[in-house]
């Protein structure tokens, strides 16, 4: 292929599958609640980002304002609350066993979101 152009770059990575932990990884649960729990819950869900992983999941918010997600990567993660298809908070959590996160977002309102590794909801 011919390029009409002084210079050109390209830009070559890998694909990063897995976190940066030992071991085949996507065994790490997050469950969380949102605080002040929302009023009418119907459209209101969460979704992860992996930062540098190839890794996206999305949740819903159930009762009392919580949710859960699994079969996560050791990894740093963008962390987003929608309601409906408005984005309502962003923020990045670093994922690792036996964490726990306080997130907040006084720009956007009052919410507060804690995140913590576990299967028990």
Not at 67 to 72: E, V
Not at 82 to 87: N, T
């Amino acid at each position: 292929m011919g390029v009409n152009a002084e210079e050109l770059w390209v830009k070559v990575g890998l694909r990063a599958p897995r976190g940066d932990g030992v071991g085949p990884g996507g065994d790490l649960n997050i469950n969380g609640e949102i605080k002040p729990v929302p009023r009418v819950r119907d459209d209101w869900w969460v979704r992860v980002d992996g930062l540098y992983l190839d890794f996206r999941r999305e949740a819903p918010i159930l009762a009392k304002g919580r949710f859960s997600i699994d079969g996560l990567d050791q990894g740093v993660y963008v962390f987003q609350v929608f309601r409906g298809d408005k984005l309502y908070f962003v923020e990045t959590v670093a994922v690792r066993p036996g964490w726990i996160e306080v997130l907040s977002n006084p720009r956007r309102g009052p919410i507060t979101v804690v995140v913590r590794e576990g299967s028990d909801q």
